[in-house]
């Protein structure tokens, strides 16, 4: 099932880049917009396991700059927990972390 999900990077950069890849650890601090991009990047590229940190910014104030923090309902929710959910979404076989 991960091969049909990571089909092009395995055909760009091979199956050996592609498990180092899983087995990495990305570490985020400051969910900024350029930061959303970024583990919008990674995340879908396929890293193990992404650590997000955040000063604990309400999601509805992070949203404008911060497109994954948009689907939190209430705005209750940290953009931290927020940027998570979102991509988690996208990929589930990373493992996000809060």
Known sequence: EQAAVYDRQLRVWGVEAQKKMGQSKFL???????AAEACKNVVLAGIGTMALFDDGTNAADAAPGNFLAGGA???E???ADATAA???EMNPFCNVEV
């Open 73 to 75: 309902p209430d705005g």
């Open 28 to 34: 985020v601090i400051g969910l900024t917009g350029l």
């Open 77 to 79: 929710e940290s953009v």
């Open 86 to 88: 979102t991509l988690r």
